[in-house]
Structures are given as structure tokens and as C-alpha cells.
């Protein structure tokens, strides 16, 4: 270094550069500095030095010092971690909840508890947007997304599946006599019966009101006629205790139907099975019913070939 | 006619092999290895040629890596985290990503711990040649086109971290610099 320069001289010089809110501009141009090789080396060490902790303290974290030692190298791994936790943190934005820190002490724990948290709000929130809150089993929404996947699975591998549209049968005669309170526990009581009867493959699910449907993957039409009978006759007979009467025994409509060849939709699909529950409903309810054009007759003779009778017209009703 | 292509079952079977000693080895003794096969080489061939080979040997060992430990991997999301958990596993580094840029052919990434040459001293060049054969590879494999990593940050030139820009080799330095 130079000699014109006492050590305690150079010592206040280093401090300055190293503590000064700002490098005197004429720092430099001196002849003694400016032409000393190792002072000129010190000095761009330390300007990366406080030009990258600058950008640090300011959240700038682009900047890129090339200069190596090891005060800026911890500077540049702190850097690398910001810049990997600011990468982490897109990835969760996206939905990747798959991301932990593990290089920032605290900060780490908050960020993994957040991504934890984030995560369960996430599944609550899915879950709620699926479920139906009063009866706990799927909403429209959710078995409309099952129904898109699986009318794609039919039109690539024409996998046949069915479709019931179900109705309690006089609802509103329960809302009307013993309130909602009691309307809203027919509901959930038909709910929880209907589900149990149904396969773990089936998706069963309220789409609003007293009405509900179910999906039948890889089912026919005679095969999900036959668990419609089955599910109207449980229902049937289960009863529902209340408090301002006898027990209630509810009854229920069904229309069935099967997806076809020309089905453009999946939609065609309910449009079918909505009709058959509007005839279901239109000769007496608390019977099973399929679309005209999908021969049940036919269907069911060879069910029930000793009868050689519709038996969906033969339930007696019990209805409110 | 080749005496020492190598195929993935020249390993061997190491825990059958090493019923008392196990499947895993000091770090000191693998560097010892891998540091004088270096010093041979450049020795014999110059720093070009050594650097070369390591690079080369590096790649393979990526391509193999991949095909062994990684793939198949769906999007950029699977293989990073495949990857940082293969890595981390296996001990040979945590893996963090900085940028992942695949549209504009830029990637910026380090491996903490590395196993070449985390605590080495300070000597003024980057020594993690097999490692960027080794990131190169594994990025050409994901993405089937041509990458190249390079380590701007090295524990030997006093970083705490060696950092990687990778790089699709077929595009502009600008672009990648963007």
C-alpha cells in the first residue's frame, strides 16, 4: 500500500468505505489510490460489498457480484436462498404445496406452517365447494365434473354408464304441515339412506331442493333399474321418527337412463332421465321409470320373467 | 472394441456385496478418488483434456442418473422435486432452484453441501466440472433438447454455494440473458 499513507490513516480509509453512507467521489482520483493495484482490488471488494447488501436491504435480489470472498459469498448464498424461497413461493401460488424451507431458521418454520395451513384451507374449500351442506353428500357441481369425465371415458371407449333422476315424492306437503326444520331432516334422513344403498363406484348427490341424482358408472339400463327399484324399496320402507306425529314414511320418484350412441352431451343423458321422473311422477310416483325410447318393458320382463309384469307400477304408496 | 462401456448393473449389487459394511462410503475417500484420477489425467493429457473427461463423464453418469432415479417425470414441477429428493437422499446435495425459466432457455439453480467440493479451500477456479456434465445432462434428458451448465459460484472460489446457469445451448445469449 501506498507509503504516504500512515496505518492508522489506512485503517480510517478502509472504515470509511466500509461505514460512510456515501464514498467521497474523490476517493478515487487520488494518484496514491488510484495507481495502488491491491488498494484498487480492497476497493471494488467493497463496493460490491455495499452495493449487494444495499440491494439486500432494499429486496432487490437480481443484482449479481461477481467478485468472490467469503463476507460476499454469504451475502450471494443468503441471496440464492431468497431468490429459491421467492421461486418456492410461486410454486405455491400455483399449488404446489409440495414446498418446504429448510435454510432460513424461523422464517422457515412460518413459511412450512403457512404452506401447511394454505394446503388444508385449500381442501376444506374443495371439499365444501363438492359437498352439500345440508345432507353432507355431493353437490350438483361435483357430479356434473364427474359426469364431464365420464361422458369423455364413454366417447373415447364407449364405456356405458346411467344416470337416475330421483324426487322426494310430496315434499312440499312435509314443508307445509311440520316446517323446514323437520323438511330439512326428511332430507337428510333420505340422503343418508340412499347413500348406503349405492355402490362405492356410484355418485350420489343432491342438485337442489327434493331433488337428487345419481351416476352409474359402468351400468346399463337394467342394471341401474334394478338398483333404482332397490333404493326406492329401502327407502320405502325406513320411517323417520318425529316429535309432532307418528313416523314419517317417505316415498320416492325415479327416472333412469342409459347414455346412447347419439348422445352428443352428457346432458342428453339427464334430459332423458328427467322425462322418465316426470311420467314417474304423472302415473301415481313412488315408482321407477325410464325414458320411452329405451325399451323397459323389454328390460324388465327379462328381470322379472315369472311376473311378466311392471312391478314399478305396482308399489303401494304411502306417500305424505 | 470397448473394455469399459459402462451399463447400470456394472454397480453391482452392494448391498448383497457389503452385508457388514454397508451401501455407503466415506465422502474423504470418494474425493480421493475423483482428485487424483484428476491430477493423472491432467498429468498425462493437460487441464483441457482433464476437464474434458470429467465433464463427459459427468454427462453419462447424468444420463444414467435419469433414466435410473428420475424419469418419467410429467412437467418441470415433478422433475424438480424428484430431482431435489434423489439428490437429498442420496447425499449428494440439496438442490435449490433460483429460476426456472425452460421458455427462455435459462435456469438458475444451486446445490448446497455439494458433494465434490463443499469445504474445500479456496483455490480460485471453479472445480465442479463433473457436476455441470452432470446438470446438463439431467436437464437434456428432461426436456430433450441441448443444455449446458455452467457454475458461476464455487465453494473453491470462496462461495458457500455453487451456483449453476444452465443454459439451452441453441439459443442466443441474450435471450438467455433476458
Known amino acids: ?320 | 472394441m470397448r473394455k469399459y462401456k459402462f451399463f447400470w448393473d456394472l454397480i453391482g449389487d452392494v448391498e448383497d456385496g457389503r452385508p457388514n459394511l454397508g451401501t455407503t462410503l466415506d465422502l474423504e475417500t470418494y474425493r480421493l478418488m475423483q482428485f487424483t484420477m484428476r491430477d493423472v489425467l491432467e498429468e498425462r493429457f493437460g487441464a483441457e483434456i482433464a476437464d474434458d473427461v470429467f465433464f463427459n463423464a459427468g454427462k453419462l453418469a447424468g444420463r444414467e442418473f435419469f433414466k435410473h432415479y428420475i424419469a418419467p417425470v410429467n412437467g418441470i414441477d415433478e422433475f424438480v422435486s424428484k430431482t431435489q429428493a434423489v439428490l437429498k437422499n442420496k447425499r449428494i446435495g440439496i438442490l435449490r432452484l433460483e429460476e426456472a425459466m425452460l421458455d427462455k432457455g435459462r435456469v438458475l439453480l444451486t446445490i448446497d453441501e455439494d458433494l465434490d467440493c463443499s469445504g474445500l479451500p479456496e483455490l480460485d477456479y471453479e472445480s465442479c466440472i463433473y457436476d455441470e456434465g452432470f446438470i446438463s445432462s439431467l436437464f437434456e434428458c428432461f426436456t430433450n433438447e441441448k443444455w449446458r451448465a455452467e457454475e458461476i459460484d464455487c465453494w473453491c472460489t470462496g462461495a458457500r454455494t455453487c451456483r449453476f446457469l444452465v443454459t439451452q445451448e441453441n439459443r442466443s445469449e441474450a435471450t438467455a440473458q433476458a
Open chain 1, 1 to 320: 500500500m501506498s507509503s504516504q499513507r500512515s496505518d492508522n490513516e489506512w485503517i480510517a480509509l478502509i472504515s470509511t468505505l466500509l461505514t460512510a453512507p456515501k464514498i467521497p467521489d474523490d476517493l478515487c482520483m487520488d494518484p496514491g489510490l488510484a495507481e495502488n493495484p491491491n488498494f484498487q482490488k480492497l476497493y471494488g471488494y467493497i463496493n460490491d460489498l455495499r452495493a449487494l447488501s444495499a440491494a439486500l436491504a432494499h429486496g432487490d435480489l437480481q443484482m449479481f457480484a461477481y467478485t468472490k470472498g467469503y463476507i460476499l459469498s454469504n451475502m450471494k448464498a443468503l441471496q440464492a436462498n431468497l431468490r429459491h424461497l421467492t421461486w418456492q413461493t410461486k410454486q405455491v401460488a400455483e399449488g404446489d404445496f409440495s414446498q418446504r424451507a429448510e435454510f432460513l431458521g424461523e422464517f422457515s418454520d412460518s413459511f412450512n406452517e403457512m404452506t401447511i395451513k394454505l394446503h388444508q384451507n385449500q381442501l376444506e374449500l374443495e371439499r365444501l365447494a363438492n359437498v352439500d351442506f345440508l345432507t353432507q353428500i355431493p353437490n350438483r357441481r361435483s357430479a356434473m365434473q364427474f359426469l364431464e369425465q365420464l361422458f369423455l371415458l364413454y366417447k373415447r371407449s364407449f364405456r356405458a354408464f346411467s344416470i337416475m333422476s330421483i324426487d322426494i315424492d310430496n315434499f312440499k306437503n312435509v314443508n307445509d304441515t311440520y316446517g323446514h326444520d323437520v323438511g330439512d331432516r326428511v332430507l337428510k334422513h333420505v340422503s343418508s339412506t340412499l347413500k348406503d344403498v349405492f355402490r362405492a363406484s356410484d355418485v350420489f348427490c343432491r342438485i337442489g331442493g327434493e331433488e337428487f341424482l345419481a351416476v352409474l358408472p359402468e351400468t346399463g339400463l337394467a342394471g341401474a333399474v334394478c338398483i333404482a327399484e332397490r333404493i326406492r324399496t329401502v327407502l320405502e320402507k325406513s320411517e323417520l321418527e318425529i316429535e309432532m306425529g307418528p313416523p314419517l314414511k317417505q316415498t320416492i320418484s325415479i327416472g333412469v337412463s342409459q347414455v346412447l350412441p347419439g348422445d352428443d352431451k352428457y346432458n342428453d343423458v339427464i334430459i332423458r332421465s328427467d322425462n322418465a321422473l316426470y311420467m314417474a311422477k304423472e302415473n301415481g310416483r313412488n315408482r321407477v321409470y325410464t325414458n320411452p325410447y329405451e325399451d323397459v318393458d323389454e328390460l324388465l320382463k327379462s328381470m322379472f320373467p315369472s311376473d311378466g309384469d311392471d312391478k314399478r307400477s305396482r308399489n303401494g304408496t304411502q306417500e305424505m
